[in-house]
């Protein structure tokens, strides 16, 4: 099956500092990547994605680089602001193909912003 | 709409006991999920189903069943609760590869 590693596990940053972070997975048939953020307490949310034809892909302060032939991809966010601090989940599609909703994601990175 | 839903929000069980997770969504989505949430370790699934009638095993799906009857519902059932089974549950459902999720279901066995 899939593996998929994120780092790192803790990211602590500057108010308009950038934060980075990478996550590697195993499968080379995955073509799906999303990211997540979860606020304490609640449900995770699509914040961007990206498929694997795709090497970049950007949205306002958020964007998502992949590497098919090293198998990792990284979440980039610029200008970080307080309300960014939450848990940043990654994930790769089970199988690639037409597997929806099968994810198999990483252990999460802790962002705090600090004002 | 009302998105995803699942009930109930909290549950204490005893060791051995047996219950069933609510999950339901109103978009038409011909696919849901259960994951499981446990520190340090991201979302696991357990459970997954292409539509009505059709289920698969997931990364960790010893100790749950499943069934798909309807399009809208997909409950999760513990056979003999665990405390090892202690996670919030995550439900969620697609229509292609972005999953939406319901508002989990904190569940603790003592």
């Known amino acids: 099956g899939e593996n998929v590693e994120q780092h790192p596990s803790t990211l602590s940053v500057q108010e308009g500092d950038s934060a980075v972070i990478k996550c590697t997975y195993s499968?080379?048939?995955?073509?799906?990547f999303p990211w997540y953020k979860q606020e304490l307490g609640k449900r995770p949310q699509l914040i961007i994605d990206i498929r694997s034809n795709v090497g970049e892909k950007k949205d306002q302060r958020i964007a998502v680089t992949l590497n098919k032939t090293a198998k990792h991809f990284s979440l980039h966010i610029t200008e970080t602001q307080p309300e960014d601090s939450a848990v940043y989940f990654c994930?790769?599609?089970w199988g690639g193909g037409t597997s929806y909703g099968k994810l198999t994601f990483g252990q999460g990175t802790i962002l705090t912003v600090h004002p | 709409n009302a998105g995803v839903t699942q009930t109930p929000k909290f549950q204490v069980l005893k060791t051995g006991q047996s219950m069933t997770l609510q999950c339901a969504q109103d978009m038409n989505h011909e696919y849901m999920s259960w994951y499981r949430q446990d520190p340090g370790m991201g979302l696991r699934l357990i459970h997954y189903s292409v539509g009505a009638g059709i289920t698969d095993q997931g990364e960790v799906p010893n100790g749950y069943n499943v069934s798909r009857s309807t399009t809208e519902d997909f409950p999760l059932r513990l056979l003999s609760a665990a405390p090892s089974q202690t996670s919030v549950y995550f439900c969620?459902?697609?229509?292609?590869?972005?999953?939406?999720f319901g508002p989990g279901t904190r569940l603790t066995v003592t």
């Open positions: 499968d080379s048939a995955s073509n799906y």
């Open positions: 969620a459902s697609s229509y292609s590869d972005s999953l939406y």
């Open positions: 994930a790769a599609k």
